[in-house]
């Protein structure tokens, strides 16, 4: 029995050592599948922080220059990405003019925890975001209003004015514009547009034609609370530059789009809010202004006239 102890323990002795062999043989694998494993995956999160905070970088920039003023194009740029990526660094924008655009590259070196054991301590990681804008050529205003190109510039003398100022729909101008003696360019139309099926929006393009809604009161698919949610609010309005036909059949040719900023209006009834005006007028008051649209609602052009609004998009 002591003999059959002696022999085993010998046995396996030599099988613990056999098992330090291959454990240390396997080690420098094992340790590269954990850096695929981890440090690779640490790569992915960064790139996409990195993503996220040269988006917002690139959109902050464009904003600027929209607006008409670039800036100091760096430093918004480094004070976005850091907001999203402290260990990021924002390079020197871009801009680029034909079409117009800005690109942001972020860039950091991310340290490895395992990758070390194979001879890589760290990766430089990058990523790039491109924002272009231009004056609207299409898209859904909120209100399915319509105002005369001859009108806007009239009445405000360009896009960059912001007094305070009441706007008159078709049917009463207090300008020299042209139109019948009804005070209506198109007979039975009020300025409204035929509203998308079940909304209070219009959708319409530049160079386009688009049917008027006939009567008094707001276009059919507008309820009160579509108008109550523009209250002290900056929206897209179409301008048209010429008319046809009349009543249900009477279209508008859209110019372009201007932004108003939405401080009064009445359209009879219940549709009120800081009334303007009173009685059968149908008016607005607020501003023509610059503005800046980021939603997907709206396409640009370099063709579009540009009117003082401007719609941002993230190209990659």
Request: proline share 7%.
């Amino acid at each position: 029995m002591q003999r059959m102890t002696t022999r085993l323990r010998r046995r396996l002795a030599r099988e613990e050592g056999a098992s330090a062999a291959v454990v240390a043989l396997l080690l420098v694998p094992l340790l590269g599948f954990a850096a695929i494993a981890v440090d690779v995956g640490a790569l992915y999160a960064e790139r996409a922080r990195l993503q996220v905070g040269a988006d917002a970088a690139a959109l902050a920039v464009a904003q600027d220059c929209a607006r008409g003023n670039c800036g100091d194009m760096l430093a918004t740029a480094r004070a976005l990405l850091d907001a999203n990526d402290p260990e990021g660094t924002a390079g020197q924008p871009v801009l680029s003019t034909n079409p117009l655009s800005v690109t942001v590259t972020g860039s950091t070196p991310k340290e490895h925890w395992f990758a070390p054991v194979i001879g890589h301590d760290a990766t430089g990681v990058s990523a790039t975001a491109t924002v272009g804008w231009g004056s609207p050529s299409g898209g859904t205003a909120l209100l399915p209003l319509i105002f005369s190109y001859c009108e806007f510039t009239h009445q405000v003398g360009g896009p960059s004015v912001t007094t305070e100022q009441y706007v008159g729909l078709p049917k009463k101008t207090e300008t020299p514009c042209d139109s019948p003696k009804s005070g209506n360019p198109i007979p039975g139309s009020f300025g409204w547009l035929t509203a998308d099926p079940g909304t209070c929006h219009a959708t319409s393009r530049i160079d386009g034609w688009f049917l008027a809604e006939t009567g008094n009161n707001p276009s059919k698919g507008c309820e009160v609370a579509d108008l109550t949610a523009m209250r002290n609010q900056t929206v897209l309005l179409p301008l048209y530059d010429a008319v046809r036909g009349t009543g249900s059949g009477g279209e508008y040719h859209v110019y372009g789009y201007a932004a108003f900023r939405i401080s009064g209006y009445f359209f009879g009834g219940q549709y009120s809010w800081n009334p303007p005006c009173k009685g059968s007028d149908r008016c607005l008051s607020g501003y023509f202004t610059r503005f800046v649209e980021l939603s997907d609602a709206w396409d640009y052009s370099p063709d579009a006239p540009s009117l003082g609004a401007s719609v941002l998009r993230l190209i990659r």
